[in-house]
C-alpha cells in the first residue's frame, strides 16, 4: 500500500525542483484539465469545472445581494463598433481574433471574437438610456472569451477563458467610482474568505490601467513560488465611452448629460491562484467554499459486515447538512484512495472501519496539516464543519505567512536587486515618484514591474527608489503570471 502510495506521489514533480512542472502536473493528474487539438485552448474537466461553477455561484450571489442583474451579449463584435473608441481598440489590437467569412462568403465588415464586452455594452446603453430615471444600470454576464495570447498556461493564460465581466452605466462621476471601489472590495473578500488567499488593493499605474479606463483598480496575491497574480480588476471608465458611443440622457435638471461607467472582472485563472497558492508536492489542496467534494468518506475493510452500511449513514448524515460529501466504496485499497483525494484537495476525509464501529466513532484527516483526529459519529456533522473552517483559517494563515516572508522593504534599487538575489522572487514595497521613465528603469534593472499603488501606504523613504526625486506613492513591485 505505502508503495502504490509512493508512486502516486511521485506522479506529481516536486514544486521545489520546478515549480512550473509541478503546477501542470496538478492541472492533468487531479484532472481539472485536458489538452486539446486547438492551441492554446483546453478542455476543462468535470473537476475543474466544479470548481469553477462553485467560484460562480458564490460571486453571483454577491452580485445579485448589490443589485446587480445579468444579461448575456452577443460574442461577435462588428469592426465598425470596435473602431468607436481608439484607445480601446489599440489596447487590444494584438489579441484580436477575427471572423473574416459566413460560410463562403467573405464578410463586408470583420467580426471581433469578444475579447471584452464594453463596446456591446456601449451600443446597448445608446439604446436604452434616455432619462436619469433609467440611471443606474447595474449588469453583469458571465461568458468566455478569446485572446490570442502567445503563450499561454492552463488557467493563467489561454486563448479562450471563462469568466465574468460587470459593466454599469450612473448618473454621476461619483456613483460609478464608488461602485468601481465597491466592486474591488467585493473581490477582495472574495479571495480573502472564501478562496483563502490574502490580496493588496491598490490602484494600477497610468502605463498599467486598462485600454480607455480613467483608472483600474485591481487585487494581487502572491504565489507560493514568489510571483505576483493579479486576482481581479475593477475600472473607471469617466464619461469617455459615452461620449465614443453617444450615449446622453437627460438629466435632472432637464439638460443632456453624459454618464459614467465601470466595468470589473475575474476569470478561471483564480482556479490557478488556489493551485499555485495552497497547493503542495501531494496535490491540490482545495479552499472549502468551493471545493467540489469538501468531505469524502473511505471505508475500511468494506467487504466486512455493516462497513458500508455505517458509511451510507455517515453520508446521509453530513449530505442532510448541507456539506458536499462523497462516498467512495469502489474496489480501490483504502491507501490508493487516500492519495486519490489527497490529490485531489479534499479538505477532509472521513475513515471507517469494523474497529471504529465496535468504538462509536471514526477518523477524521483534514488535507492540509494531515492531522487525525477520532470524533464520536453523533458528534461527525458538528466535527466536521469545524473541520472545514480550520481548513480555511490554516491554509489561509499559510499563504498569508508565505507572502510576508516574501515582502522586501526596499529604499534603493540596489536593495531590490540584493533582496531578489538572496531571498528569491516576492512582493517588494519601494517609493516611487510618478514618473513613468522610472518605473520602466526599476523593471530593467531588476526584473520586478508595478503591480499596483496599494491603498495602505507606508511611508519608507522620501524620496523615488530609481531617480532620488520626492516621491509621491509607495509602490508594490514584482514578477507576475
Not at 270 to 282: E, F, P, R, V, W
Not at 465 to 474: D, I, L, Q, T
Request: aromatic share 10%; hydrophobic share 35%.
Amino acid at each position: 500500500m505505502a508503495k502504490k502510495n509512493a508512486k502516486m506521489v511521485d506522479a506529481i514533480t516536486s514544486m521545489d525542483e520546478d515549480f512550473a512542472k509541478w503546477y501542470t502536473d496538478i492541472c492533468t493528474k487531479a484532472e481539472l484539465i485536458a489538452y486539446t487539438s486547438v492551441k492554446g485552448c483546453m478542455v476543462i474537466r468535470p473537476y475543474g469545472y466544479a470548481i469553477w461553477e462553485n467560484i460562480q455561484k458564490n460571486l453571483d450571489e454577491r452580485f445579485k445581494a448589490l443589485g446587480h442583474e445579468n444579461v448575456c451579449m452577443p460574442m461577435f463584435i462588428p469592426e465598425s463598433l470596435l473602431q468607436k473608441e481608439k484607445d480601446h481598440v489599440e489596447g487590444f489590437a494584438p489579441e484580436v481574433a477575427w471572423v473574416t467569412h459566413g460560410g463562403s462568403e467573405k464578410l463586408e465588415d470583420r467580426l471581433c471574437v469578444r475579447p471584452t464586452s464594453e463596446t456591446l455594452f456601449c451600443e446597448h446603453y445608446a439604446n436604452i438610456v434616455h432619462s436619469y430615471r433609467d440611471l443606474p444600470k447595474l449588469y453583469n454576464q458571465w461568458v468566455s472569451v478569446v485572446r490570442w495570447e502567445k503563450t499561454t498556461r492552463p488557467f493563467l493564460r489561454s486563448r479562450e477563458f471563462l469568466w465574468q465581466e460587470g459593466h454599469t452605466i450612473h448618473e454621476t462621476a461619483q456613483e460609478a467610482i464608488d461602485e468601481t471601489e465597491r466592486m474591488l472590495d467585493c473581490y477582495a473578500d472574495f479571495c480573502q474568505r472564501d478562496l483563502a488567499i490574502p490580496v493588496v488593493k491598490g490602484r494600477k499605474t497610468d502605463s498599467d490601467k486598462f485600454a480607455g479606463a480613467e483608472a483600474t483598480y485591481a487585487i494581487e496575491a502572491l504565489m507560493h513560488d514568489g510571483k505576483a497574480l493579479q486576482a481581479g480588476t475593477s475600472h473607471y471608465f469617466g464619461d469617455g465611452f459615452a461620449k465614443a458611443f453617444n450615449i446622453q440622457f437627460t438629466g435632472r435638471d432637464n439638460k443632456l448629460a453624459y454618464p459614467h461607467q465601470t466595468s470589473w472582472g475575474v476569470t478561471t485563472r483564480l482556479i490557478g491562484a488556489i493551485i499555485m497558492t495552497h497547493g503542495d508536492d501531494n496535490g491540490l489542496v482545495l479552499p472549502p467554499a468551493v471545493a467540489p467534494i469538501q468531505a469524502v468518506i473511505v471505508p475500511v475493510q468494506q467487504f466486512k459486515e455493516g462497513v458500508l452500511d455505517k458509511a451510507k449513514e455517515l453520508y446521509d448524515t453530513l449530505k442532510a447538512a448541507g456539506i458536499r460529501v462523497k462516498l467512495d466504496d469502489s474496489e480501490q485499497s483504502p491507501g490508493w484512495k487516500f492519495a486519490e483525494y489527497e490529490m485531489k484537495g479534499v479538505p477532509v476525509r472521513i475513515e471507517i472501519g469494523p474497529k471504529d464501529i465496535e468504538n462509536d466513532q471514526c477518523v477524521i484527516v483534514t488535507r492540509h496539516n494531515r492531522e487525525k483526529t477520532f470524533t464520536g459519529i453523533s458528534q461527525l456533522t458538528e466535527t466536521v464543519q469545524k473541520k472545514l473552517e480550520e481548513v480555511r483559517d490554516g491554509i489561509y494563515a499559510k499563504a498569508l505567512e508565505n507572502r510576508e516572508n516574501k515582502t522586501y522593504r526596499c529604499v534603493t534599487m540596489e536593495e531590490i536587486t540584493a533582496a531578489l538575489n538572496e531571498k528569491g522572487d516576492g512582493f517588494v514595497k519601494a517609493m516611487w515618484c510618478g514618473d513613468e521613465a522610472c518605473e520602466d528603469k526599476v523593471k530593467e534593472i531588476t526584473g520586478v514591474g508595478s503591480r499596483c499603488i496599494p491603498f495602505e501606504q507606508e511611508n519608507l523613504s522620501d524620496v523615488c527608489v530609481c531617480c532620488g526625486k520626492p516621491a509621491k506613492k509607495m509602490v508594490l513591485w514584482g514578477k507576475a503570471y
